[in-house]
């Protein structure tokens, strides 16, 4: 119920200075004042006060038709999706739950990180075989809170990240593809990286790729972030590339 918004509003990370939108931002057949006081809460930094003006210049449109019985206001506050990890099950803390697969040589699996990976959900990370592997996650980030004006406004960046490693003694191939796709799942953007390939004994441990995605233009709903991996000496297993603590996050530009 309300009680239920408001304790997910104030758990936004920023939470909101929102309330003085217009009704037909915070949705239709309601009161206003009440509606706002259960959705919103106050915040005077510098995001929520960016927010608060990108609000009022990019509210949603109220005639779209909702996949959702909710206005996007109230799917904002309970989905509370800026700052906020939108993979999931990033570690494979469950499995291939969330994930596409796709196995080669002895596919995929889940193992325990042979080295700590900060700020990690879980220490554990998936594992790639002989033969290339391939997984893939589908991010709607409507869906996930962000109604479509706001990404539209030019004023969002879209963060990426990504660790990986090898074994010490085996060496791996990496590779990461992220892709900004519209409504209709068409490529608009994309980034891809493809470090160089981790020799047999050299080293064990886990780094990081990352990139931010601005400028992107209107029309983005989508992001696909896509992993590939295999080992280097055509073992039997799992011996190939190590990736864990995947994300997606979406944050207000900062502006000079």
Not at 48 to 56: E, S
Not at 88 to 97: A, I, K, L, P, V
Request: with cysteine; net charge neutral; proline share 5%.
């Amino acid at each position: 119920g309300r009680a239920a918004l408001a304790a997910a509003a104030a758990r936004q990370e920023p939470s909101l200075a929102l309330d003085a939108l217009p009704p037909e931002f915070v949705g239709a057949g309601a009161e206003p004042s009440a509606r706002r006081r259960a959705l919103l809460a106050r915040d005077f930094s510098a995001q929520g006060r960016a927010l608060y003006a990108l609000a009022q210049r990019c509210p949603p449109n109220s005639e779209d038709q909702e996949e959702l019985p909710l206005c996007a206001l109230a799917r904002y506050c309970l989905r509370a999706p800026l700052g906020r990890n939108l993979i999931f099950n990033s570690c494979g803390e469950q499995g291939f739950r969330g994930w596409e697969v796709e196995h080669g040589g002895n596919g995929w699996a889940v193992e325990k990180n042979l080295t700590l990976v900060p700020g990690a959900p879980s220490q554990t990370c998936f594992v790639t075989s002989f033969e290339w592997c391939f997984k893939r996650q589908l991010v709607d980030l409507v869906m996930e809170g962000i109604w479509q004006e706001l990404l539209d406004s030019a004023q969002i960046e879209i963060c990426v990240a990504d660790w990986w490693g090898a074994r010490e003694n085996c060496g791996c191939v990496y590779r990461l593809r992220v892709r900004l796709l519209d409504e209709y799942e068409n490529e608009v953007v994309k980034f891809s990286a493809s470090p160089n390939p981790v020799l047999q004994w050299t080293e064990r441990g886990c780094r990081q790729v990352s990139h931010v995605f601005t400028d992107f233009g209107k029309g983005i709903r989508y992001v696909s972030f896509e992993q590939y991996g295999r080992d280097t000496r055509s073992w039997v297993g799992h011996y190939g590339a190590l990736v864990t603590h995947s994300s997606v996050k979406v944050r207000i530009r900062r502006l000079s």
